[in-house]
């Protein structure tokens, strides 16, 4: 019995022993790549931004991750994949996956009407008798659109914040003090409801609803007001409680005060401008606030999903999820066939489709650049977001030429 035994160990360990080597090499040519990779993404950067993150992901978890540059310059504060920072419209995609979630709790079915569950009636005048339903707002063919209101009042300062002593020269945008901050209910009230004071029927186009693709950060947010609704909590506890809780994404959050601000990264108009900390009141359309460590961990719960391995919704939800849900006959420009990071290509429900099979979305608000892509073929997924304002053309040329050089790359560290 002994000799048996001493003959399966003598087995074991040869086999380990020639693994070893093959699996150190392995672990070496990785580091190899990913030191090229950063290699390269320096020599991208040159002088356009102050501090980036990057991650390539895949179902397994991160290929690579790194931040670059400062998160804050005075200070000369290192960018890092714990820094956080807004990352605007990617945020929609959560509000999909909180719609299938709410669907799945049958607290809502994404084609009911939206008036079944609003406190305030709300339809395009154009068309008195045709219903708004959830999946339009989910798929940008409400027929509502954002007009100089929402750009002009949605943005606030946060409280710590003097806006008495901000050169607002070179800011191309509109920031309102902070006690103009009001509740998503009443945000949506006054710009949709005809007893809105803001209320001007070119909120909505002279489109049926259903017809065409227009995209709204207004209608995103009137999807996760009804989220609200019918869970009888806030938008922020909802995802929080089935997303954010159960990937442990622990550093992220929808304000300021529930991250921890030490680790917030300064966003700049340019290299030098500073911009103050803001909200948006309509935060569920932009105003997530994370790190490359939390949103490669979500990346790779929709890898999972769109694998049939998900774990944060069924597999039913995940397959509507990520279905394509438009056609051609929905789009009045024509759409991009060059653009691998078009995130208005098609839609599923709120996930952005490119002609290059690419799912995610994009980003873009003062101070804030993003992208948040995977391949449906390869199954891999790239993260980029910078604290910088893109300034120029040489600029967006670096911005996408990191991301393709993480698209490169990623190839290389699975092979």
Request: glycine share 6%.
């Amino acid at each position: 019995m002994n000799k048996i035994l001493l003959s399966v160990l003598g087995i074991l360990l040869l086999i380990s022993c020639k693994q070893k080597p093959n699996s150190t090499k392995k672990i070496l040519e990785n580091q190899s790549i990913k030191d090229s990779l950063t290699t390269e993404i320096n020599k991208l950067n040159k002088e356009y931004f102050n501090g980036l993150g990057t991650a390539i992901v895949d179902s397994s978890g991160f290929l690579y991750k790194k931040g670059f540059g400062f998160s804050d310059v005075k200070s000369k504060k290192p960018y890092t994949e714990n820094t956080l920072q807004p990352i605007a419209s990617v945020s929609k995609t959560f509000i999909g996956l909180a719609l299938m979630k709410a669907q799945e709790k049958e607290l809502l079915n994404l084609d009911d009407p939206i008036n079944k569950y609003l406190p305030f009636k709300v339809q395009n005048p154009n068309f008195a008798d045709v219903d708004i339903t959830i999946r339009h707002l989910a798929t940008h063919t409400s027929s509502i659109i954002d007009t100089e209101n929402y750009i002009n009042k949605s943005y606030v300062l946060n409280d710590e914040v003097d806006s008495t002593s901000i050169n607002f020269k070179d800011i191309p945008q509109s920031f309102n003090p902070n006690h103009t901050n009001i509740p998503i209910s009443e945000f949506l009230e006054n710009y949709l409801s005809t007893n809105g004071k803001w209320y001007n029927k070119n909120v909505f186009t002279t489109n049926r609803p259903s017809q065409f693709f227009e995209y709204t950060n207004v209608g995103a947010t009137l999807a996760a007001y009804i989220i609200e609704i019918v869970s009888n909590k806030s938008y922020a506890d909802f995802t929080i409680e089935h997303i954010l809780k159960p990937l442990e994404m622990n550093s992220s959050g929808w304000n300021y005060r529930d991250v921890n601000f030490e680790n917030v990264s300064t966003l700049y108009s340019n290299l030098e401008t500073e911009l103050p900390h803001y909200s948006l009141i309509t935060y569920p359309d932009g105003g997530f606030i994370t790190n490359i460590n939390d949103l490669g961990k979500y990346l790779t719960e929709l890898i999972k999903g769109y694998s049939g391995n998900g774990t944060i919704l069924t597999q039913e939800s995940y397959k509507q999820l990520f279905k394509i849900q438009l056609t051609n006959e929905n789009f009045t420009e024509k759409r991009s066939k060059t653009n691998p990071y078009d995130d208005e290509y098609n839609s599923g429900i709120f996930m952005g489709f490119s002609s290059f099979g690419n799912i995610g979305h994009t980003g873009g608000d003062p101070g804030v650049s993003s992208l948040m892509f995977f391949n449906q073929k390869n199954k891999i997924g790239r993260i980029l977001f910078v604290n910088t304002n893109i300034q120029s053309q040489d600029g967006f040329d670096s911005y996408f030429g990191i991301m393709n050089k993480l698209d490169e790359y990623s190839n290389r560290l699975i092979e």
